[in-house]
C-alpha cells in the first residue's frame, strides 16, 4: 500500500503561482510513475502531467504546457507541481496519483491516490 499526500493548495489571484508537492511512502514508493489530475464541480477528473518513475519524463495536457512544471526529488518519493500564470479555469482540487503502468492519461490506470488539495484561482 502506497500513501500519498499533497500538499500546497490555496487561493491566488490570477497570473500568480503555486507549488503543490505530493509525498509517496510505503513499499516500493519510488518506483511508480507519478501524475497530477484535478477535479473541478462537476466536471470529470482530467489528467494534467505525469512523470515517469524510471527516466523521468514527463507529458502534460495541452491546457497547463508552458505554464505548469512538475519535478521529483532525487529520491523519487516526493514530486512537485510548479504552477504558473494561474488561470481562473485552472480553480478544482487537485489530486496526486501514482501508477504501475498503463496510459498515463487515464485514471483508471493509477494505483494510489492522495486525498486532494484545494486550488482556487481568483479573477
Known amino acids: 500500500q502506497v500513501q500519498l499526500v499533497e500538499s500546497g493548495g490555496g487561493l491566488v489571484q490570477a497570473g500568480g503561482s503555486l507549488r503543490l508537492s505530493c509525498t509517496a511512502s510505503g513499499p516500493s514508493a519510488s518506483t511508480y510513475s507519478m501524475g497530477w489530475f484535478r477535479q473541478a464541480p462537476g466536471k470529470e477528473r482530467e489528467f494534467v502531467t505525469v512523470?515517469?518513475?524510471?527516466?523521468?519524463?514527463?507529458n502534460y495536457a495541452d491546457s497547463v504546457k508552458g505554464r505548469f512544471t512538475i519535478s521529483r526529488d532525487a529520491a523519487k518519493t516526493t514530486v512537485y507541481l510548479q504552477m504558473n500564470s494561474l488561470k481562473p479555469e485552472d480553480t478544482a482540487v487537485y489530486y496526486c496519483?501514482?501508477?504501475?503502468?498503463?496510459?498515463?492519461?487515464?485514471?483508471?490506470?493509477?494505483?494510489?491516490w492522495g486525498q486532494g488539495t484545494q486550488v482556487t484561482v481568483s479573477s
Open positions: 496519483a501514482a501508477s504501475r503502468a498503463g496510459t498515463y492519461y487515464l485514471p483508471k490506470n493509477y494505483n494510489y
Open positions: 512523470i515517469s518513475w524510471l527516466r523521468g519524463i514527463t
